[in-house]
């Protein structure tokens, strides 16, 4: 799903199993219906969407289990960044020369980068998705922990049944409502699609053209620089400063090199001082470590997940026919959310700010977990590992 990365608290089996229960289904959807009437929505169009809109209890159980929090980086990349996919992404690029050239001139954004997007959203197109948009969009709307934010895709989705006249029932989407082979969520699809074949309609399900020439539209909108690189893998020196990893610092590429930093063919980065970027670690110091710049974060702008855009950016990167990580990805077994939620109480126990124990590893407890490495001489990279969690003494 495109645009951000939709973070949560972590909830028990026993309330994914009877959350459908709790949702007043019948109730909740008329309240919505009356809301878009209050909100002086075409009428026939919300008569569509609620007429094949129901409560769906597997949308709730996806949206607690979303792969960018539930899976090492390690897992997270070979699932999404493998032969197969390269090798179709490298068939599209001369399938789709033509079109990529053109987007290329007219939006900016260079075709590997587009094919990356359509790969990892729809596996080319190939799979947009099993449920209808407005009974995923009603479900989230329904449940409280992000009703306001769903209730207005909700109505962004009963404007484009009306804007374009697209039959609900044919809208293919995500469990989160994300639509076409970009997966734009509505509020995207109304702002940025456009009409890539020129036929005087838009459609993000069945023509590649449209798809394509939306994603480079968009990216363009987010503020993709052109002729620039997302970044690259790099290698650090024995003795690196781990504590200087992280989205939070940045550093000329001049400042980089005279640390030591090389990239992955082992020569020393280009000392120049106008191109900044940050060192990232997605599997801490025992992986591979990366080179952030500008453009990395416009496609977290796409989707909020470190991952996701280091799987966008290596995939664009193996398409335009570069080779594998020099350092592989490591960890491929994860963390459990029990041990994760057990560091969390334990940093929170010890003055470290790890946010709730939700089990998730996002950025509060990896900040914390720095923190902790700081002080008490571990190599502060942010990452849980062995050592860690003997030191801490999480089982």
Known sequence: MNKFYLPFVFLTFVFHSNLARSIDSAGCIEQLR?????????GAAIDQVFSVAEVDESVIALDRKQPEFTTSFADYLEKR?????????????????????????????????????????????????????PSALVTLACDPRRADYFTSELFNLIRLVGRDGIDPISMESSWAGALGQTQFMPSTYLKYAVDGDRDGRIDLWKSTN?????????????????????????????????????????????EWRALGVRMSNGNLLPALDDISGAIIAPSGHRGPAFIVYHNFNIIMGWNRSESYALAVGHLADRIAGGGDLKRPAVDSQGFKISTIKQLQQQLNALGFEAGPADGILGSNTRRAVRAYQLQHSLVADGYPNPELFAHIGVL
């Open 210 to 254: 449209d798809a394509l020439a939306s994603g480079a539209n968009y990216l363009r909108a987010l503020g993709w620089e052109t002729r620039r690189r997302w970044g690259r893998e790099v290698l650090v020196p024995e003795h690196f400063d781990w504590s200087l990893t992280g989205r939070a610092t940045r550093k000329s590429l001049t």
């Open 34 to 42: 009356g809301k878009a009437h209050e909100a002086g929505l075409n």
């Open 81 to 133: 960044v493998n032969k197969r996919r390269i090798d179709s992404g490298r068939d599209m690029r001369q399938k789709h020369a033509p079109l990529l050239d053109r987007l290329t001139k007219e939006y900016g954004v260079p075709g590997h980068y587009l094919l990356a997007f359509w790969g990892l959203e729809t596996n080319y197109g190939s799979f947009l998705g099993k449920r209808r948009a």
